[in-house]
C-alpha cells in the first residue's frame, strides 16, 4: 500500500493506493491553521476505516511543492518520519503536476509563493512561473484552473477549483517510478522550494557540524 | 544500574538538531547534535527560514547516527519525545512530524516537551558506565539534583530564573522582559565587530582584560526579571563616543565591561532568588551556562550551596535533555496525540506565585 501526502497549500489531502497507483481512498481539507497538524490524524483515520495496517505500508509518496514552505516541510517531515519508521521507499513528485493530473480539464495550477505571488504551471509548459498577483490577466480570472482556495479567495478565480484529488494524482505518479524502480534518498529528499529564504542566497551548501 | 524507559528524544526548535537515545531519565546512550552555527555566521544570526531547511535537512542521519550509537533498535524504545515549544515555528514543525512519523509507524507513544523543561533536565544527565568499567569516575551513580531546586537557563532564546519544587512542579520567578541574555552577546558581539557567536567572542575578548568602563544595572519591572536592550543600547553609545572623538575603540575593554555586566545581573537575581527561597542547590542550563564568568561569580556569590553545571554539549541545544525530561512526563502517563501542534511561545506549566 503507498501513503501519500500533498500539504503544498492549505487545501492538503491523503491517500491510500495500491502499488499499481489504483486508488483505494482519499481525503481532502482545507486547513485553517499552517501547521498541517490534520495530516497524521486524518490519515490514521483513512488507514483504519479502511483496515489498513501499518505493516501493509510498502511506500510513501509526498508532494514537493513548490507552494507553502512550511506545508511542504510538515509533509515532507511526516513522510520521512514514517518511511525511516517503516523501513520503506520514499517517492517524491512535483506537486503542480500532480495537481493538473488530479483536475484534467484545468489548463494550469496555481500555488501561493509569499504574500503576493504565484507559482502557476501551465499544462503546455514543462516548469512554473512566478507571477505577481497584480499581473494575473483579467482573462486568467475566468480560466479553468486547479488553484489552491486562499488564492482562488484573494485573485477572484471564478472558474478554479481547490486540488482536493491531488494525494490521489502523487500517488499514482509515484507508483509508476516505483514501479520503475527509481525511489528518492530518504535522508536528502527535500521540498522544491524554488527560491531562497527571503533576502537571502541559498545557504543549503554551508556546512552543519556534528557535535 | 536501573534501566527506566528508554527514549528516543528529538530537539529541533531553533538551529541545532538533536537526537539522543536516554534511558531511566538520565542515562545518555547516544546524543548527536548537527550545529548549524557555520550556517549562521554567514548572516551574523540565525534566519527561521534557513534554519528550518537545515533541520530537514540533517534530521534522518542524525537519527540514523544516534540509534547506531545507541546500538538500539525501534523494538529497545519506550517512547519518542519531541520538543514542542518554546522555538522557531518551522524549525519545531521538523521535528514534531518526524517523530509523528517515527511514533505511529512503530506504535511507540509520543511525549510532547517543553524545551526551557530540557535545558532544567540537562541537569540530571549523566554518561554510563562503559561495559568495560573504563570509564571509573562514574563506578559511583552520580547523584541527582536536590529540591528545591533553583534553575537560571539562560541563551539565545531564553533567560530565565525557574523554582523547582519536585518534578515537573515548577515557579516562574523572573525572566527577560526584551533581549535574552545570549541574544545581547550576539548583538553587542555584532556591534564590536566581533565574530558570530557573540558569546564565546566577547568572552575571548575580555579574557584577562581591564574593563573599559562601568555599565550601571539594569532595572526591570520584577524583583528577579532581566533587561538587556538597555545594556546594549549603552555599549553603542560607548562606541559611538569613540568615534565620534576619532578615538581608537577599545573593543576587548567594553567587552570585558559588557561581560560583567550582563553576569552581574544574573548572578545579583540569582543569588537574592537562592537566598528567598532557601533552596537546596542552584542548577544552571542554557548555552551561556558554558560562559565562565558567569560560572566563577555564580560559584563566589553562592557561598556554600551547590552550583550544578552540566558539561557544555548539554548546555546547548540537544536532544539528551529532552528525554531526561520526557522520561518524568512519559512516568506521569503524559501522551501527545496525532495532532501534536508546535507552541512557539509555549511557557510551563507554571504555578502562580503563592
Ligand atoms: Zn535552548
Known amino acids: ?211 | 544500574m536501573s534501566r527506566g524507559p528508554r527514549i528516543l528524544a528529538i530537539e529541533t526548535s531553533c538551529d541545532e538538531t538533536g537526537i539522543a537515545v536516554v534511558s531511566d531519565g538520565r542515562w545518555i546512550e547516544s546524543n548527536v547534535v548537527a550545529s548549524q552555527v557555520a550556517v549562521h555566521a554567514v548572516t551574523g544570526g540565525i534566519v527561521p527560514e534557513v534554519a528550518a531547511r537545515q533541520q530537514l535537512r540533517w534530521i534522518l542521519p542524525g537519527l540514523e547516527m544516534a540509534l547506531r550509537k545507541a546500538d538500539v533498535g525501534w523494538d529497545d524504545l519506550d517512547a519518542i519525545a519531541v520538543t514542542y515549544g518554546p522555538g522557531l515555528i518551522g524549525s519545531l514543525l521538523v521535528g514534531i512530524n518526524v517523530a509523528k512519523g517515527l511514533a505511529v509507524s512503530h506504535g511507540l507513544p509520543l511525549v510532547a516537551v517543553n524545551h526551557i523543561e530540557g535545558h532544567i533536565y540537562a541537569n540530571w544527565l549523566a554518561e554510563p558506565p562503559s561495559d568495560d568499567g573504563a570509564n571509573a569516575k562514574m563506578a559511583v551513580e552520580p547523584a541527582e539534583p536536590p529540591f528545591p531546586l533553583l534553575c537560571l537557563v539562560v541563551s539565545g532564546g531564553h533567560t530565565q530564573l525557574v523554582l523547582m519544587a519536585d518534578h515537573g512542579q515548577y515557579r516562574l520567578l523572573g525572566q527577560t522582559v526584551d533581549d535574552a541574555a545570549g541574544e545581547a552577546f550576539d548583538k553587542v558581539g555584532r556591534l564590536l565587530g566581533l565574530p558570530y557567536p557573540g558569546g564565546p567572542a566577547i568572552s575571548a575578548a575580555a579574557e584577562g582584560v581591564a574593563p573599559s568602563t562601568r555599565f550601571p544595572l539594569a532595572r526591570a519591572a520584577g524583583r528577579y526579571d532581566f533587561s538587556f536592550s538597555g545594556l546594549k543600547t549603552a555599549v553603542l553609545r560607548e562606541v559611538e563616543g569613540y568615534r565620534s572623538r576619532g578615538e581608537p575603540i577599545p573593543v576587548d575593554g567594553i567587552a570585558a565591561a559588557f561581560e560583567r555586566a550582563v553576569v552581574d545581573q544574573l548572578v545579583r537575581r540569582t543569588v537574592a532568588a537562592a537566598a528567598e527561597h532557601e533552596v537546596a542547590a542552584v542548577a544552571l542550563g542554557g548555552g551561556v551556562a558554558a560562559n565562565r564568568a558567569l560560572r566563577q561569580a555564580l560559584a563566589e556569590r553562592l557561598g556554600g550551596l551547590p552550583l550544578l553545571v552540566p558539561p557544555p554539549a548539554w548546555c546547548t541545544d540537544n536532544g539528551a535533555m529532552i528525554g531526561a525530561a520526557a522520561a518524568h512526563r512519559f512516568a506521569a502517563g503524559e501522551r501527545a496525540d496525532a495532532a501534536l501542534e508546535a507552541i512557539p511561545s509555549l511557557a510551563l506549566p507554571w504555578q502562580p506565585a503563592a
Open chain 1, 1 to 211: 500500500m503507498i501513503i501519500a501526502i500533498e500539504s503544498a497549500s492549505p487545501d492538503q489531502s491523503v491517500a491510500l493506493a495500491h502499488p499499481s497507483g489504483e486508488l483505494v481512498a482519499d481525503a481532502a481539507w482545507s486547513a485553517e491553521r499552517g501547521q498541517g497538524s490534520l495530516l497524521l490524524p486524518r490519515l490514521l483515520e483513512l488507514m483504519s476505516d479502511h483496515g489498513v495496517p501499518m505493516s501493509a505500508v510498502s511506500s510513501l509518496a509526498v508532494g514537493l511543492g513548490p507552494g507553502s514552505f512550511t506545508g511542504l516541510r510538515v509533509g515532507l517531515a511526516l513522510a520521512k518520519g514514517l518511511a525511516a519508521g517503516l523501513a520503506v521507499p520514499i517517492v517524491g513528485v512535483p506537486s503542480l503536476d500532480a495537481w493538473l493530473d488530479a483536475q484534467p480539464t484545468a489548463v494550469g495550477a496555481m500555488v501561493r509563493a509569499g504574500a503576493a505571488q504565484a507559482w502557476i504551471r501551465a499544462r503546455t509548459e514543462p516548469e512554473p512561473r512566478l507571477i505577481a498577483f497584480d499581473a494575473v490577466a483579467e482573462t486568467s480570472r475566468d480560466a479553468e484552473l486547479v488553484a489552491s482556495t486562499d488564492l482562488i479567495g484573494a485573485l477572484e478565480l471564478r472558474r478554479a477549483s481547490p486540488p482536493t484529488r491531488a494525494a490521489a494524482a502523487v500517488a499514482r505518479r509515484a507508483a509508476e517510478r516505483l514501479r520503475a524502480g527509481a525511489a528518492d534518498d530518504l535522508a536528502s529528499l527535500e521540498p522544491v522550494y524554488l527560491r531562497p529564504p527571503r533576502g537571502l542566497d541559498d545557504r543549503a551548501a554551508a556546512p552543519v557540524t556534528w557535535l
